[in-house]
């Protein structure tokens, strides 16, 4: 859906607040607090009223909506955006787009961001690549070079060819980090699992039994493909990761990296999904509230 789409067919808050209602309650609206579908609605307050506890909510009380005085329609412009921009985007475009302020627009992106996290995520099969990588810092290359550098943030992605991208914020590149990462992301099936020379892998897979399906490309020595042997399509998936930071959010802090890190993996996963728009808006609708405290926190 593209943003002309989104504003001809979402033009005002009550058509919004529709889809939002059948995005939450599939099977028919169910009161928030007790569960009961004895639900009546009433229409002067825009709110459902619950004849068992009596309790009154709106289809937004209690998500990632909740409390916020802008129109659904701002809003469905602001996920549009987002989502549809691959590389991201950042709260000063959002800012001028919508006319809003920028801390609006701001708590507007994490709120959204906060509801692009996946829900279920299946273990990684078939070949698995798994590389490091180093964002941030002074410096402007962001080589292997940089390791040690602790101005310098580790990204570990897995990826599986042809399958969805992982990405995680990781301490260190140690074998028991890689390990951790491995084990909760890769099915025990896996064919193969590829990555660099990185002393820690032949660690990490004799630590979770995988040493028999590991293959290693040695990137010093300057060989990038061996055959089958190689790392680029999760190296490809970094580096869209790092036009992002360079390109629209400029410097990102170490606090909010893992969720731009899960923003990015989770369109990525959904780059030939049609329903991307309305994925994002269900997530919204049933991913718990993100206040201002606890992201400023
Ligand atoms: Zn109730």
Redesign the pocket.
């Known amino acids: 859906m593209t943003l002309l789409d989104i504003q001809r067919l979402f033009d005002t808050d009550d058509k919004c607040r529709e889809v939002l209602v059948r995005l939450r309650w599939p099977h028919g609206v169910e009161?928030p607090?007790?569960?009961?579908k004895r639900i009546s609605w009433i229409a002067a307050n825009k709110q459902f009223d619950?004849a068992?506890?009596?309790?009154h909510f709106s289809v937004t009380a209690g998500t990632i909506f909740n409390d916020s005085h802008l129109p659904l329609t701002t809003w469905f412009t602001a996920v549009v955006l987002l989502v549809e921009a691959r590389k991201g985007m950042s709260a000063n475009q959002i800012k001028r787009t919508l006319g809003v302020s920028y801390k609006t627009a701001w708590y507007l992106c994490h709120r959204i961001r906060a509801a692009m996290q996946e829900t279920e995520q299946p273990m990684l099969d078939g070949t698995v690549e798994v590389d490091e990588t180093y964002i941030g810092g002074k410096q402007h290359t962001y080589s292997k070079a940089g390791y040690g550098d602790s101005n310098k943030q580790i990204v570990i992605g897995i990826r599986q060819r042809g399958g969805d991208l992982r990405f995680f914020h990781a301490q260190d590149v140690k074998s028991g980090t890689l390990a951790k990462f491995i084990r909760e992301n890769v099915s025990e099936d896996v064919d193969v699992i590829m990555t660099d020379e990185l002393n820690a892998y032949p660690t990490a897979m004799k630590s979770i039994a995988m040493t028999t399906k590991h293959q290693t490309i040695k990137h010093k020595a300057k060989v990038y493909v061996d055959g089958d042997i190689h790392t680029n399509t999760v190296e490809s998936a970094f580096s869209l990761l790092k036009r992002g930071i360079i390109g629209t959010w400029h410097r990102i802090s170490a606090k909010h990296l893992a969720a731009y890190l899960d923003e990015i993996s989770f369109r990525f996963n959904r780059r030939k999904n049609a329903n991307l728009f309305l994925d994002t808006l269900r997530h919204m609708v049933t991913a718990p509230v993100l206040t201002f405290e606890k992201l400023t926190a």
Request: aromatic fraction near 10%; charge should be neutral; proline fraction near 0%.
């Open positions: 009161c607090r007790c569960k009961s619950c068992e506890c009596e309790y």
